[in-house]
């Protein structure tokens, strides 16, 4: 199945880039271009894109703005977005766990991990960037000294999941980690959304970050 990306970008050279990588898969199609946050969104809903890559600093319209109109309430089959971010925007990311990402990714993190955060999002995983989890975590950490404590009881395996989660791992990488299959490591996964009653593994990593199970405090 071919999966349809939009990208919204207000650098040229940027949007030129990610469409020149994604050119080269068969599996990716770019069906969109957009500079700002309103034609973004204006986009997404005339081509039904699988994935939006979505940057945060945009003219007209922000990306958390434009993320939160594509993936609000009742909306029919919403794309699944990716933020794109650099390093001063860790502030954003933060604000973004909640309004529903399905990702975050450096922008120069390379081709590879471009290509793996737009097949995580179209399969319904997300990819965190391992730079920004390291970096959220410190942040975090710093600022609430004190873990927050977990308001319902997860398993001894479930916190070996959510560690990993938490450090940016796909759901391959942490089957083979914890040494058990792909399927059982989406049972769990789904078992943790239930218990933390988060929207997605996102969210499921800010809560380990502010718990500090990964930090070896929980």
Same mark, same amino acid.
């Given at each position: 199945?071919?999966?349809?990306?939009?990208?919204?970008?207000?650098?040229?050279?940027?949007?030129?880039?990610?469409?020149?990588?994604? /050119?080269?898969?068969?599996?990716?199609?770019?069906?969109?271009?957009?500079?700002?946050?309103?034609?973004?969104?204006?986009?997404?809903? +005339?081509?039904?894109?699988?994935?939006? =890559?979505?940057?945060?600093?945009?003219?007209?319209?922000?990306?958390?703005?434009?993320? +939160?109109? =594509?993936?609000?309430?009742?909306?029919?089959?919403? *794309?699944?977005?990716?933020?794109?971010?650099?390093?001063?925007?860790?502030?954003?990311?933060?604000?973004?766990?909640?309004?529903?990402?399905?990702?975050?990714?450096?922008?120069?993190?390379?081709? /590879?991990?471009?290509?793996?955060?737009?097949?995580?999002?179209?399969?319904?995983? /997300? =990819?965190?960037? *391992?730079?920004?989890?390291?970096?959220?975590?410190?942040?975090?950490?710093?600022?609430?000294?004190?873990? +927050?404590?977990?308001?319902?009881?997860?398993?001894? +395996?479930?916190?070996?999941?959510?560690?990993?989660?938490?450090?940016?791992?796909?759901?391959?990488?942490?089957?083979?980690?914890?040494?058990?299959?792909?399927?059982?490591?989406?049972?769990?996964?789904?078992?943790?959304?239930?218990?933390?009653?988060?929207?997605?593994?996102?969210?499921?990593?800010?809560? /380990?970050?502010?718990?500090?199970?990964?930090?070896?405090?929980?």
């Amino acid at each position: 199945m071919t999966i349809r990306v939009l990208i919204a970008d207000d650098q040229a050279m940027v949007r030129a880039g990610f469409a020149m990588i994604l /050119a080269a898969e068969d599996d990716i199609d770019v069906v969109g271009e957009a500079a700002d946050g309103v034609y973004a969104v204006e986009l997404a809903e +005339r081509h039904r894109p699988d994935v939006v =890559l979505m940057d945060i600093r945009m003219p007209r319209m922000d990306g958390l703005e434009a993320l +939160r109109r =594509l993936t609000r309430p009742g909306t029919v089959n919403p *794309p699944k977005v990716v933020v794109v971010t650099t390093f001063d925007d860790d502030e954003y990311v933060q604000r973004a766990l909640s309004e529903g990402a399905s990702g975050f990714l450096i922008k120069d993190s390379g081709p /590879a991990l471009l290509v793996e955060a737009i097949r995580a999002a179209a399969s319904g995983e /997300a =990819l965190v960037s *391992p730079a920004i989890t390291v970096r959220l975590l410190r942040r975090l950490n710093s600022a609430a000294p004190a873990p +927050r404590e977990p308001h319902t009881a997860l398993s001894v +395996r479930e916190k070996d999941l959510v560690r990993l989660v938490a450090r940016g791992l796909t759901n391959a990488e942490i089957a083979a980690e914890l040494s058990i299959s792909v399927g059982t490591v989406k049972t769990h996964l789904g078992n943790v959304q239930i218990k933390l009653s988060a929207r997605n593994r996102v969210e499921i990593a800010a809560w /380990a970050w502010e718990s500090g199970l990964v930090d070896g405090r929980g």
